[in-house]
């Protein structure tokens, strides 16, 4: 790593396989950051905690989002790749900024209304504080940038005001406001296959594609795309589920190919049956290495595990530091 670098941190949930969303919105986005940015690259397994998962299930996730992350192209020699749970300082800190969050703006967050409709079983105080662990997260290695995708702007947005809250009550400015970051203009948003919200993995199988998927699943999953009867007239606006179609292919495609159904389109002579044959083939062969890979690296735990190790421990280097300007900013005194 390289300390002279402006610093980025981001997380991934090991809530289940991890998809093209995660890879466009996220991954993909770490990968190029880690020759410029100073990366801090995680297993956010605290956050999956919220949602109960059993031990051997966390221990299985957390290890596959870690293999993903290798997979996808992160050098665990530019950047330091972790878990969450091996820094101890986080909850330290996430204890601290329990104290200048307030009710009222965690309630009005979006993911945690969405989280009280879906789970009101489960609406424990974890879920309420969810941004606050979040933001201690980022701030616990003074990051600049945070590349996620659209789903955690919010989130990323509460970060900057309990930062600015923090140096304004103790007249300091030692946390930088962190801002959520893309290399795209806009913030990616990978949509379902079935045209209606984001691919997310607590959507029905069919309608995400996993980074470990077989090539025959894929095209199946590709095939049964919704699409509709066709443009009527020449330079027609798309409908949103024609659209969708496009962006997939835009993400893993040629430009060729693309521009190729783009005038199809706008002639009238598309065939959507065709144009998804097509996509199906280049997201097989967009996956195939990263599918290779993860198997490859699966193979070999222990390496998988002194990675970790080693990320941990310069995890844990850059946490401890500010934990210690902290607790003097604070007024706690460390005997
Ligand atoms: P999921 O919705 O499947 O549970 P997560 O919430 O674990 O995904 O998201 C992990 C990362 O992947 C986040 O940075 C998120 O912004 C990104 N991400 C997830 N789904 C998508 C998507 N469909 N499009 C773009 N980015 C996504
Ligand atoms: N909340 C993020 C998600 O669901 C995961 C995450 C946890 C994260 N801590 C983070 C992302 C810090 C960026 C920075 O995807």
């Known amino acids: 790593m390289n300390s002279k670098l402006p610093i980025a941190v981001s997380g991934v949930r090991p809530t289940g396989k991890q998809h093209l969303g995660n890879y466009f919105g996220a991954v993909k986005n770490f990968v190029k950051m880690q020759d410029i940015f100073n990366g801090y690259f995680f297993v956010a397994d605290y956050h999956s905690l919220t949602t109960h998962p059993n031990a051997a299930d ?6 596959n989002v870690a293999l993903i992350y290798l997979a996808c192209g992160l050098d665990p020699n530019k950047c330091a790749l972790y878990l969450q749970s091996d820094v101890p300082q ?3 800190l996430y204890l601290i900024f329990n104290m200048h969050a307030y009710l009222g703006e965690l309630e009005r967050e979006a993911t945690f209304k969405e989280k009280v409709r879906d789970q009101p079983n489960n609406v424990n105080a974890g879920l309420l504080t969810y941004p606050v662990l ?9 990051a600049l940038k945070v590349p996620v995708g659209k789903d955690q702007q ?7 005001d309990f930062v600015r809250r923090f140096n304004n009550l103790y007249k300091v400015d030692y946390f930088p406001e962190p801002e959520p970051f893309s290399f795209a203009e806009k913030l990616v948003n990978v949509p379902s296959l ?10 029905p199988d069919h309608t995400c594609i996993y980074l470990e998927e077989e090539p025959d699943v894929i095209r199946k999953k590709v095939m049964r795309m919704v699409t509709d009867s066709g443009p009527k007239e020449p330079n027609s606006a798309k409908p949103l589920i024609i ?3 496009f962006d997939m292919m835009k993400l893993v495609s040629s430009e060729e190919t693309l521009k190729q159904f783009e005038d199809a389109y706008n002639n009238c002579s598309i065939r959507y049956g065709d144009m998804k044959k097509q996509l199906g083939e280049d997201m097989v062969l967009f996956l195939s290495p990263i599918r290779e890979k993860i198997k490859e690296l699966s193979a070999d ?4 595990y002194e990675i970790l190790g080693d990320g941990g421990s310069k995890a844990r280097t850059s946490a401890a530091q500010t934990l210690k300007d902290v607790r003097e900013i604070i007024g706690l005194k460390s005997f």
């Open 90 to 92: 986080i909850p330290e």
């Open 134 to 142: 979040m933001t201690v997260d980022i701030i616990i290695h003074k």
């Open 58 to 63: 966390l221990r299985d996730k957390s290890k």
């Open 194 to 203: 079935d045209g209606e919200g984001k691919m997310s993995k607590s959507k």
């Open 243 to 245: 659209q969708n179609v």
């Open 154 to 160: 919010q989130h990323v947005e509460m970060s900057r």
């Open 301 to 304: 735990e222990k390496k998988l």
